[in-house]
């Protein structure tokens, strides 16, 4: 296949080596997924993209070949999670395109309704998941406080329909 052909998983393992870390790795990876998705609007495309490039290079980096390294299982979830993020909020992408058109609203107003929520859930994740994962938390750690971390912020910042409604007043 072109991939292997080329070799770019390979090039990109040796120029990295001793000038990435494991530890930002994970971060790194979800800030790419989720600028590819929005630029290109779609999810699977940057998973395909990515998933080649990124399981060698974080397998190099944690210096552990065919072992699933907390690294490796971090910069993967990093890749899927960063798809999302950036297919729900790319204008250009078709479940936006079908959300808005399939609800009657303009569509950008529904792009813009939406990145709010997404970049609040993408914090939480980067904040409380891809930075502690890349410094060795384990994930079934990660994962319960970050459902706390989006339910606090959802008791903190949210409001009720009613009181955010102007005519119901």
């Excluded at 399981?55 to 065919?66: F, H, Y």
């Excluded at 890749?79 to 303009?106: E, N, Q, R, W, Y």
Aim: aromatic share 4%.
């Amino acid at each position: 296949n072109v991939i292997s052909e080329m070799q770019l998983a390979e090039w990109l393992v040796a120029v990295t080596e001793g000038v990435l870390s494991g530890k930002i790795l994970p971060l790194i990876v979800f800030l790419v997924a989720m600028l590819i998705a929005f630029a290109t609007g779609t999810s699977w495309g940057t998973n395909s993209i990515l998933m080649p490039l990124v399981i060698p290079i974080a397998a190099g980096v944690s210096g552990a070949e065919g072992v699933l390294t907390p690294t490796i299982i971090a910069s993967i979830g990093a890749v899927l999670t960063g798809a999302v993020f950036g297919d729900h909020c790319s204008p250009i992408s078709d479940t936006t395109i079908l959300s808005s058109m399939a609800s009657g609203s303009d569509h950008i107003s529904h792009v813009r309704t939406q990145i709010p929520y997404a970049v609040t859930a993408a914090l939480v994740a980067a904040i409380v998941g891809f930075i502690p994962a890349g410094l060795g938390v384990p994930v079934w750690i990660l994962l319960p406080i970050g459902v706390l971390a989006l339910v606090l912020v959802v008791r903190i910042l949210g409001r009720r329909v009613e009181d955010a409604l102007p005519e119901a007043r």
